[in-house]
């Protein structure tokens, strides 16, 4: 399996920019996602804020901090996430049908060697197809 360099994370809510700001302080360069550049602008400040947290409370040091934040960049549109190795849904089922993205359509424009997340609580992610989708894509992996 090729190494996860960049991730790339869909939803830049609060579960998204929590996947963001975990990845980038462990070291992955990280693109985030949503609908709107207010909404990943929101994202890229809570990712701060949590770290800036973490050294306020000597669980970090601001220099890893800083590098963090910079590992974080805005993805403005689904086409900005195609050089991540990972891309993983920060956003429940239902909200990435709000988004207007299937995860189907998400899988067939990115699983040529990457690795796709989801969350399964979505309904198309629960129907039989799906299911039936998802074992052959593993297999075919």
Not at 41 to 67: H, P, T, W, Y
Request: hydrophobic share 45%; aromatic share 4%; glycine share 12%.
């Amino acid at each position: 399996m090729a190494e996860i360099k960049i991730v790339g994370v869909i939803g830049a809510g609060q579960m998204g920019s929590g996947i963001a700001h975990v990845c980038a302080l462990n070291g992955y360069d990280v693109l985030l996602n949503d609908v709107s550049v207010d909404q990943i602008d929101k994202g890229l400040e809570a990712v701060r804020r949590g770290l800036e947290r973490q050294v306020s409370k000597g669980q970090i040091s601001e220099a890893d901090m800083d590098a963090a934040v910079r590992r974080v960049t805005s993805a403005p549109d689904i086409a900005a996430l195609a050089p991540a190795d990972l891309v993983d849904q920060g956003v429940g089922g239902d909200g990435l049908l709000d988004l207007g993205r299937s995860q189907f359509a998400l899988r067939r424009r990115f699983w040529g060697g990457r690795l796709l997340s989801f969350d399964r609580s979505g309904r198309d992610a629960n129907s039989a197809q799906a299911r039936r989708n998802l074992l052959n894509d593993v297999r075919n992996f």
